[in-house]
C-alpha cells in the first residue's frame, strides 16, 4: 500500500535561500515529525504537528526550521537563511494516534537530502 | 547531556552466522526502545521494540536484550542474509509525543 512519500529526493540550494521540503504522510495518520539525519551523528527531532495544528515551531536548532499543515496528510518543512550545516538528509515520519506517539510505530518516509552550497 | 550511541560503525558478517549489534543510551528516563534498518536510498523501517519493562523480546529471527543496569541495548540477528545488509538504528522515544532520538547507526555488511 501507499507509504510515506517525500519530494523532492534531492535538493541542492545556494546558503542563504529559503527552501522548503514536501512531505506525504499516511491517510489518516494523525502526528507528523520531521528528522534531520546526518550521516555519523544520528538523527534529531526538529519539529511535529498534530493534524489540527497547521504549525508548529518547536524546531531546533533555531527558529530557522518550522513545519506546515496545509492538507491533513501534508507537511511542508521550511528552512529559512540555509547554512552549509543544514546538509543532510531530512526524514518524514508519522503516526495514526492522535494523543502522542509513546509505544506506537513511526513509519518513515525515504528523505529528502538538502545539499547546502 | 542524554545521548544514544553505538558501539561499531561497522559490522561484517558470514551469511549464515548470528549478529549482534549493540548501542548504549545514557538516559535512565527513557522507557521505549527501537531499532530500525535502513536500506540505502531508503526511510527508517521498524524492526522491534522493547518497553522498559522488559528485559527481552523476539520476532522473526530478531531479538532485542535490554539491560537496565548497564544502560545497554542490543539487536541479535539470527543466520544473516545478504538481504540484511543495512544500517542499523537503535532509537529511544524522547517524550510522549513520540519524538525519538537516534544513535549514529552501525553498518552490517553480510559476505557470502
Known amino acids: 500500500g501507499a507509504g510515506v512519500s517525500q519530494s523532492p529526493r534531492y535538493k541542492v540550494a545556494k546558503r542563504g535561500r529559503d527552501v522548503a521540503l514536501r512531505c506525504d504522510s499516511i491517510s489518516g495518520h494523525v502526528t507528523l515529525y520531521w528528522y534531520r539525519q546526518t550521516l555519523g551523528q544520528g538523527s534529531e527531532v526538529l519539529t511535529y504537528?498534530?493534524?489540527?495544528?497547521?504549525?508548529?515551531k518547536s524546531g531546533r536548532p533555531s527558529g530557522r526550521f518550522s513545519a506546515e499543515r496545509p492538507e491533513r496528510s501534508v507537511s511542508t518543512l521550511k528552512i529559512q537563511r540555509t547554512e552549509q550545516g543544514d546538509s543532510a538528509v531530512y526524514l518524514c515520519a508519522s503516526i495514526l494516534v492522535p494523543t502522542g506517539g509513546l509505544y506506537n510505530e513511526q513509519f518513515f518516509g525515504p528523505g529528502t537530502r538538502l545539499t547546502v552550497l | 547531556g542524554e545521548s544514544v550511541g553505538l558501539h561499531l560503525p561497522t559490522l561484517s558478517v558470514q551469511e549464515g552466522d548470528n549478529s549482534i549489534i549493540n548501542c548504549a543510551y545514557s538516559?535512565?528516563?527513557?522507557?521505549?526502545f527501537i531499532w530500525y534498518k535502513q536500506e540505502s536510498g531508503k526511510g527508517p523501517q521498524f524492526i522491534i521494540d522493547i518497553r522498559s519493562n522488559m528485559d527481552k523480546r523476539q520476532g522473526q529471527r530478531v531479538t532485542v536484550l535490554l539491560n537496565k543496569t548497564v544502560k545497554h541495548l542490543s539487536l541479535q540477528i539470527a543466520a544473516t542474509q545478504p538481504g540484511d545488509s543495512a544500517v542499523y538504528f537503535c532509537a529511544e522515544n524522547k517524550d510522549s509525543w513520540g519524538k525519538l532520538q537516534f544513535g549514529a547507526g552501525t553498518q552490517v555488511v553480510v559476505t557470502p
Open positions: 504537528s498534530q493534524s489540527d495544528a497547521q504549525r508548529d
Open positions: 538516559n535512565s528516563a527513557s522507557d521505549y
